[in-house]
């Protein structure tokens, strides 16, 4: 099984595969690239950024459909989303395929913190089983399905919206609201890692690798190129071949190409910035709300962060109990979009008193009164991963607004559930209530729960500050 999400290889150096599953997967690296720059850019580079602009295709998000999950706070999630189309000059990289739909194999949620502190690369790897929701195509609508592969969200949806499939995808599977997408193929990976000078990377041998032409002694080089391509392709010459060890090297070699990005040099270098933003553009597709001035405002806000403050992790995910062949999300995964989703990093709420009960002692039965499918269930988990004892009640009437009910002897039980809603009513009896319980109806209006200071580090994360010689293993 591989399920590395950022998995590179050409199709004439791959283990074989059923024809709907071969590609190269080196998208991630120039959708990295990219992003950072455009997050990270001067505003003196402005004129740079609307002469390039010209290049970029665009979707509208509208067509994901209704019931998005609402925006909570000032944070940006950024789908970048690799296609692996054969059309144009991409056919070079497997003519057989050329007639092929396209599929997306690189899914990276770029989520940017509020004021600039900190931004998370998260990948959602291409075999992982979700539910894949109906969604627009060319002719009409597809019909929903309970379990299958992420990537195929995109074949779904077609060339014109497969992306938006994508975004409707994740936005159901995580409740995480996306902001923006970008969409890239891969013939502008050389011409990125020319633009941007080269990238740095470590090799802990000399490697002689006649399959993907790596011809590199062992130490530190600066690769660019058809050298940067051969890197990312190699696969046996490289390590003991492991897909644990190949993810956390390309895992490296991403942060290095946006710690290069980042950069005073290349920031400072109006003519390397044009040059890597043109690389980038000529290959890209974005929402329309992603235009230059959209862009602009996303690099003003975020013209902080540094490569330390860059982080790549995968979501947390293992063997699908089903298919070993296939991966699904673990019990860790809906805390973690919980973190993601109520980021507030730059605090603007008053602090509260400690409530008088701890959540764990703190029974919830959770209605659904949004009109919005699954709310219950999210809402439950969410409650879950902050230590509440949590059951999923069902639905109840539509209803405008959230309200926090209690039985009899839980009225100090019902403040501590408030306190950890974002914009809670004061709680109420309820006459028909569970004695020492208390029943959460979620409204239209409700935004989420409180949030915690920053995103925990992650197990196995990569920073883009990480010494580029740092062992993998």
């Known amino acids: 099984m591989n399920s590395n999400p950022l998995y590179m290889e050409y199709v004439d150096d791959a283990d074989p595969q059923p024809p709907r599953r ?14 950072a720059v455009m997050v990270a850019g001067s505003l003196t580079a402005y004129g740079f950024y609307r002469d390039a602009m010209g290049n970029i295709g665009h979707q509208n998000l509208d067509d994901v459909g209704p019931d998005r999950p609402k925006k909570l706070n000032s944070a940006l999630n950024i789908l970048m989303i690799g296609s692996d189309t054969r059309a ?9 395929m050329k007639n092929e739909a396209p599929r997306s194999d690189t899914m990276i949620l770029l989520h940017l913190s509020p004021g600039g502190t900190q931004a998370m690369g998260i990948s959602f790897p291409r075999d992982l089983m979700v539910p894949i929701p109906s969604c627009k195509t060319g002719t009409g609508y597809s019909a929903a399905t309970n379990r299958g592969q992420i990537n195929s969200a995109f074949t779904t949806g077609g060339a014109k919206y497969g992306a938006l499939c ?5 936005e159901k599977m995580s409740d995480i609201h996306i902001d923006h997408f970008m969409q890239v193929d891969f013939t502008g990976f050389k011409s990125i ?6 990238v740095p990377v470590c090799l802990p041998k000399d490697v002689d690798d006649k399959d993907s032409k790596l011809h590199l002694s062992k130490g530190r080089h600066v690769i660019k190129g058809e050298t940067a391509l051969a890197y990312v392709r190699n696969r046996h010459g490289l390590g003991d071949g492991s897909d644990t060890q190949r993810i956390k090297r390309q895992q490296q070699f991403m942060g290095a190409l946006a710690n290069k990005v980042l950069s005073a040099g290349t920031l400072s270098n109006p003519t390397k910035l044009f040059k890597l933003v043109q690389a980038g553009t000529q290959s890209l597709t974005t929402d329309t709300q992603l235009n230059a001035t959209g862009i602009m405002s996303i690099a003003k806000g975020m013209s902080g962060i540094s490569s330390g403050k860059l982080r790549f992790v995968t979501v947390p995910s293992g063997p699908d109990p089903l298919d070993p062949n296939r991966v699904a999300l673990t019990s860790a995964a809906q805390p973690f979009f919980q973190t993601i989703r109520n980021d507030k990093t730059v605090q603007t709420e008053t602090k509260q008193a400690a409530p008088k009960i701890p959540a764990s ?16 269930g999210r809402v439950a988990q969410d409650l879950e991963a902050q230590g509440f004892q949590v059951e999923v009640a069902g639905n109840a009437p539509n209803s405008a ?27 109420a009896a309820r006459a028909k209530g569970v004695a020492g319980t208390v029943d959460l109806f979620i409204g239209a209006d409700y935004e989420g729960l ?6 925990p580090t992650q197990q196995g994360e990569i920073r883009a500050s990480d010494d580029i010689c740092k062992k993998t293993t």
Do not use: C, E, H
């Open 22 to 35: 071969r590609g190269w997967r080196i998208l991630g690296w120039v959708s990295v690239g990219l992003s």
């Open 88 to 96: 144009g000059a991409n056919a070079s990289y497997g003519r057989s």
């Open 166 to 170: 994508v975004v409707k995808t994740i």
């Open 193 to 198: 890692t020319t633009a941007v000078g080269g």
């Open 361 to 376: 002692q703190v029974r919830v039965r959770v209605y659904n009164s949004s009109g919005i499918s699954g709310r219950a």
């Open 401 to 427: 607004t959230t309200k926090v009910m209690f039985g009899s002897g839980a009225d100090q039980q019902a403040v501590t559930l408030a306190q950890a809603l974002k914009n809670a009513p004061a709680p």
């Open 450 to 455: 409180r949030a915690k200071s920053g995103i």
